[in-house]
């Protein structure tokens, strides 16, 4: 199967346009087309488009994509400074179904989304955006002073006094907040879980441990008690607990 670098290559060459030509048509240096098709670097996706008006062809032809599906790249290391579809953070390309309407993919690093069924590991489909409704699962990015960026996957929730935060789905995670730097970069549309999860991974999501508050949230439920209502209950009765103890 050829890669894209071959492609690139010989649609070039059948062309007739040397390697200096062509990256003079799409406005790039020599040496990056070079490495484009050695395939020791990707083209984003502005000279994928590029290159497939020079080749008068489609850029699902260029990158060998069925008509029903759609290449999107992977996002690696991310540049400060940089759209985050630059080229510079691009590591490899993903061919999904078109009707996702995505425009990239991000693998998840680390557990803190874990309540919501996203593991580390897994791909976060995303589409671009850099505004998001209260309650969507987003991309945050936050420039770091190495020239690099973070990237975390949150909820994004509005409403809050001090700003619209990016609240974790793991109580072990803290709160991040939009005011500390953050900006939004992409909203979550799809999940793509390469392998399944081992019985720890399902035992360890759960935040209350089996056997142990079972009882207690069947008795709540019995007595139709909302989570804050129980909430409420436990405050007054460790109120009245510190109260007798303060009379000893």
């Known amino acids: 199967?050829?890669?894209?670098?071959?492609?690139?290559?010989?649609?070039?060459?059948?062309?007739?346009?040397?390697?200096?030509?062509?990256?003079?048509?799409?406005?790039?240096?020599?040496?990056?087309?070079?490495?484009?098709?050695?395939?020791?670097a990707l083209p984003d996706v502005m000279n994928l488009k590029k290159l497939a008006?020079?080749?008068?062809?489609s850029t699902d032809e260029l990158l060998q994509v069925k008509q029903?599906?759609?290449?999107?790249?992977?996002?690696?290391?991310?540049?400060?400074?940089?759209?985050?579809?630059?080229?510079?953070?691009?590591?490899?390309?993903?061919?999904?179904?078109?009707?996702?309407?995505?425009?990239?993919?991000l693998q998840v690093a680390g557990d803190a989304m874990i309540g919501a069924g996203i593991l580390n590991g897994d791909l976060a489909i995303c589409r671009q955006a850099e505004m998001a409704q209260s309650g969507q699962i987003v991309v945050a990015i936050a420039?770091?002073?190495?020239?690099?960026?973070?990237?975390a996957l949150r909820y994004f929730l509005e409403g809050n006094s001090a700003g619209p935060e990016l609240r974790p789905a793991n109580p072990q995670y803290k709160e991040l907040h939009m005011k500390d730097g953050y900006r939004i970069a992409g909203v979550m549309v799809a999940l793509i879980r390469k392998y399944t999860p081992s019985y720890p991974t399902y035992r360890d999501s759960w935040v209350v441990n089996?056997?142990?508050?079972?009882?207690?949230?069947?008795?709540?439920?019995?007595?139709?008690?909302?989570?804050?209502?129980?909430?409420?209950?436990?405050?007054?009765?460790?109120e009245i607990a510190k109260n007798l103890k303060n009379l000893d």
């Open 1 to 40: 199967m050829s890669t894209l670098g071959i492609r690139i290559k010989h649609y070039r060459t059948d062309s007739n346009l040397t390697q200096k030509e062509l990256a003079g048509l799409i406005n790039v240096k020599r040496d990056a087309l070079a490495n484009w098709e050695t395939d020791r």
């Open 53 to 57: 008006e020079v080749f008068q062809v």
């Open 68 to 105: 029903n599906q759609n290449s999107v790249p992977m996002l690696g290391t991310i540049h400060a400074g940089l759209p985050i579809l630059a080229q510079e953070n691009i590591q490899d390309y993903l061919e999904l179904p078109a009707d996702l309407g995505a425009d990239y993919a």
């Open 143 to 151: 420039d770091l002073p190495t020239g690099f960026s973070e990237a």
């Open 210 to 238: 089996e056997g142990e508050w079972t009882e207690v949230i069947d008795l709540a439920n019995q007595a139709g008690l909302k989570v804050n209502q129980v909430q409420q209950i436990l405050a007054a009765q460790i």
